[in-house]
T-cell receptor, first 112, second 115 residues
Framework: GDSVTQMEGPVTLSEEAFLTINCTYT??????LFWYVQYPGEGLQLLLK?????DKGSNKGFEATYRKETTSFHLEKGSVQVSDSAVYFC???????????FGAGTRLFVKA | DVKVTQSSRYLVKRTGEKVFLECVQD?????MFWYRQDPGLGLRLIYF???????EKGDIPEGYSVSREKKERFSLILESASTNQTSMYLC??????????????FGSGTRLTVV
């Protein structure tokens, strides 16, 4: 079945460091790929998305490119801030939209 | 602002109690979902509903049931709470055919502790 694997955390970075959180997937068909973010005490919020191969999703300085050849959707940010501290989830949604598969989540800590 | 509202942020219940978790959305979405979130396991789908009175089992439905009497409200029921149901419960909604473009909208979650 479909699955999402993302790097284990926690990831601890200093402010202004470069961030990469790896995400790979297995899926039949042509799913859409998402990154969601969960701030402490809150639910998940959509961070960015890509709906087809080679699409780049971006939001708030974060980027991820849908790579079909490597089945990957790695999240990157050039300069993290303390306010980026959160848990990040990679996810795929199948073409029917009824099922979304989430990765285990990666906790990010950013130190001032 | 569109919203998915979960009625309780924190709940503490005793083993064997019947527990109701409520979720209301104001976006007129047809699809609603219940997930549980556990460390290291991510989100796992319990049940979903694609219309009023319609429901489908997700990946971990055992020990749970759901009710959707009105389009905006989707309730998760723990028939007889057990300690292994201590978890964060997240409700989400989406419009059919739009989830692949817009993702899901989530509530803030209910952290349930069963003692």
């Amino acid at each position: 079945g479909d699955s999402v694997t993302q790097m284990e955390g926690p990831v601890t970075l200093s402010e202004e460091a470069f961030l990469t959180i790896n995400c790979t997937y297995t899926a039949t068909g042509y799913p859409s790929l998402f990154w969601y973010v969960q701030y402490p005490g809150e639910g998940l919020q959509l961070l960015l998305k890509a709906t087809k191969a080679d699409d780049k999703g971006s939001n708030k300085g974060f980027e991820a490119t849908y790579r079909k050849e490597t089945t990957s959707f790695h999240l990157e940010k050039g300069s993290v801030q303390v306010s980026d501290s959160a848990v990040y989830f990679c996810a795929l949604t199948n073409t029917g939209g009824f099922k979304t598969i989430f990765g285990a989540g990666t906790r990010l800590f950013v130190k001032a | 602002d569109v919203k998915v509202t979960q009625s309780s942020r924190y709940l503490v219940k005793r083993t064997g109690e019947k527990v109701f978790l409520e979720c209301v959305q104001d976006m007129d979405h047809e699809n609603m979902f219940w997930y549980r979130q556990d460390p290291g396991l991510g989100l796992r789908l319990i049940y979903f509903s694609y219309d009023v009175k319609m429901k489908e089992k997700g990946d971990i439905p055992e020990g749970y049931s759901v009710s959707r009497e009105k389009k905006e409200r989707f309730s998760l029921i723990l028939e007889s709470a057990s300690t292994n149901q201590t978890s964060m419960y997240l409700c989400a909604s989406s419009e059919p055919g739009q989830a692949t473009n817009y993702g899901y909208t989530f509530g803030s979650g209910t952290r349930l502790t069963v003692v």
